[in-house]
Every structure is written in C-alpha cells, then in structure tokens.
C-alpha cells in the first residue's frame, strides 16, 4: 500500500477503531433512551396509581348520613374487611382500603364489633373509627321492682319487635340463678334491676342473659343461696320474699325490719298480709284489685308465700331477706307521711291506722 492511500483507512482513537466508537455511543444513547422511557413510566404510573387511590380513598357518596351497620368479626384480616366493606357499599375499593391499613400500619389494630359506618365517610375516617373500637352501643335500664310486663315494655321500647320480645321472654334459660325455679313458671322477678350496655346487633336473648349474669354474680358475691337456706328458704323462696318486700317498701331504711314481720308470719304459718300480692294478680292474671280476690297469690287470704315473685328485687331487698332486723313486730304500714310504723299488736296497729295513715289505709 502506497503511504497516500493510508488516509482511507480509519485511523484508530484511543485505541479503538473509529467505527466502533461510534456504535459505543449509540449504544449509550439507546440505553439513555430506554432508561427515560422507563422512568417516564413509572413516573406516569406512579401519578395514575397516587391519582386513584387518592380518589379511592374519598367517600363513596359524598355527603349522604344513611348509616349501614357492619359487623367486624374477630377473625377478619383487613382484606376480609375491606371486602366486607365494599360489598355493603360503604367504601369504593377494598385493595385500596387494605394499602391504607397496611401503609398506616394499623392493620393488626382493627377491632371487631358492631359498627354504624356510612358512604360519607373517607377510607381514613372509617378505619380511625375501626382502630379506635368506636362500635354502635345503646343503653338499657331495667328497674327494681318492675314486673316481666314493665321490661318487655322497656325492650320494645329500646328498639325490639314484640314477637322478638316474647320469644325470648317464653325461652327456657338455664343456670344456677333457676335451680329451684318451677319449670311452668315464667321469668317474673329474674330480669335483675339495672343499666347495661349493649353494642348494636345484640338480640334479646343475650340482653336478658346479661341480666340474669349480672344477677347470679350478686347472688354469689353476698352469699345469698346460704344465707336464705339459714332461713329456711331456697333461692326461689328468697327471691320471692325479697319480691314483696321490694314493692311493699321501696326505701331500704326499713326493708329489714318488714322482713322481720313477714318472716315471723311465714315461720307461724299465718297470712303474710301483703297488699301489693293481690294487687299484682289482678293486673298479671285479671280480676278485680280486691283483698278477697281469689287468687294463690293473695297472701291476704292464702297462708305462706304466693307461686313466684311479683317483681325483680333489687339488692337491699335480698339482702333484707336474707339479714332481717331483730324484733318480733307483728304488723306495719305506710303512713301518709311515707313512714312505716310497726305494731306488736293489732290493737297498736289500728291506732297506727287512725294517727297516721288516714288517706292510704281509706283506698
């Protein structure tokens, strides 16, 4: 080759052949491309993925105050929830719900219950009300010395149909509270005097379960089935008495004393005198409200305790049975003034009458 035909020939740079570097640039050029490309793409899908769970995270129905009430079970994980969530219309998208959780991390912090949720509500606010244990809960108040007839009253008044009502009041329940309980006698004086609260959802049944729980923890935690039996008397003679005592004399000051005289009754075998008996058999079973109303639980007329209770007692009457005041009174009554004067003879307790109870004893 001829030295002037040496300007043909591509000349090495930096070593390498001209031409390839050439292809070496365009080689990184391509994979600066390709690498813009990429994270153009990912930008792009990570703005439409922040847009949309964004918007997955806002109220279904903005606006709207219609509650749906949902049940969290203990065993849901927040997948489950979320599509539980969805699938009752309260929230747009359940993966979107479960990414919060997870991304906030309070999803081992979802508590199960009852809750009154809506589609108003964003993904946040629900899951704060999830994670705080903000479930549904109402109160229900039964009183001391309210019949089965006054509390099926109070349920179906706290929301109960009657037919839900009378269904679980006509149930057979059993535990140690209804061991001495005759098996055709109804619940009258079990339904134990007291507020509760209860979490949405909660069926009859289970209400008056409650009752009957917190009822048999008094009965334990005062001894009362022994205390009775010293007595002579079995849990259902207890809870009897205590009954009449109860209606008889609502103010515990002299609860222990009117225990004292039925007592003394009772052990003689005579009448326990008690007005308020004949008084409830005529509104539970019919007739007229009158001291010879014919009727097994005129303790007017028929000697020793009526079938059942008349009424739940409260505590400061079961514990009046069960602790009656020394003394041998034989008669009492309530006097216009609300007092209750005691008498050792009939001859006492007819002056009673004519000092103190001119208006009462006259009805």
């Not at 491309?33 to 847009?51: D, K, Q, T």
């Not at 009752?88 to 809750?115: C, D, M, P, W």
């Not at 309980?181 to 004086?189: I, N, Q, R, S, V």
């Not at 058999?281 to 209770?309: E, M, Q």
């Amino acid at each position: 080759m001829k030295p002037e035909d040496l300007k043909h020939v591509p000349q090495p740079i930096n070593g390498y052949p001209s031409g390839l570097k050439v292809k070496r640039k365009w080689y990184r050029r391509k994979r600066v491309i390709i690498s813009a490309i990429v994270l153009a793409l990912v930008l792009v899908g990570a703005f439409a993925f922040s847009f949309w769970y964004h918007l997955a995270l806002q109220p279904l129905q903005p606006g709207t105050s219609t509650k749906v009430q949902i049940t969290v079970q203990p065993a849901m994980d927040s997948d489950a929830i979320g599509e539980l969530l969805v699938n009752e219309n309260v929230i747009k998208n359940a993966f979107a719900f479960s990414f919060y959780t997870s991304l906030h991390r309070v999803g081992n912090s979802l508590q199960a219950g009852t809750y009154s949720l809506t589609a108003g509500e964003s993904v946040s606010q629900i899951v704060e009300r999830l994670t705080g244990g903000d479930t549904e809960s109402f109160d229900i108040t039964f009183l001391p010395g309210a019949t089965v007839a006054d509390n099926r009253q109070v349920l179906i008044d706290a929301g109960y149909s009657a037919v839900q009502v009378d269904a679980a009041l006509n149930r057979e329940y059993e535990g140690t509270l209804f061991q001495d309980k005759p098996e055709d006698a109804d619940l009258e004086g079990y339904i134990y005097g007291e507020t509760y609260r209860f979490g949405a959802g909660t069926g009859v049944e289970e209400v008056l379960q409650t009752t009957f729980n917190e009822y048999m923890r008094v009965i334990d935690q005062n001894d009362l089935v022994n205390r009775f039996a010293s007595l002579g008397l079995n849990l259902y003679q207890g809870i009897t008495l205590a009954s009449i005592i109860q209606r008889e004399v609502p103010h515990n000051e002299d609860q222990r004393q009117v225990a004292q005289v039925f007592l003394k009754r009772y052990n003689e075998g005579t009448v326990l005198g008690s007005d308020v008996t004949y008084m409830f058999a005529a509104k539970k079973f019919g007739g007229v409200s009158d001291p010879s109303l014919d009727s097994p639980y005129n303790t007017r007329i028929k000697a020793g305790l009526p079938p059942g209770p008349i009424a739940v007692p409260g505590l400061s009457a079961l514990e009046a049975t069960a602790n009656p005041a020394e003394g041998d009174f034989v008669y009492f009554l309530s006097g216009d003034d609300d007092v209750t004067y005691f008498a050792h003879t009939l001859a006492e307790h007819e002056q009673n009458i004519v000092d103190h109870c001119q208006v009462k004893c006259s009805l």
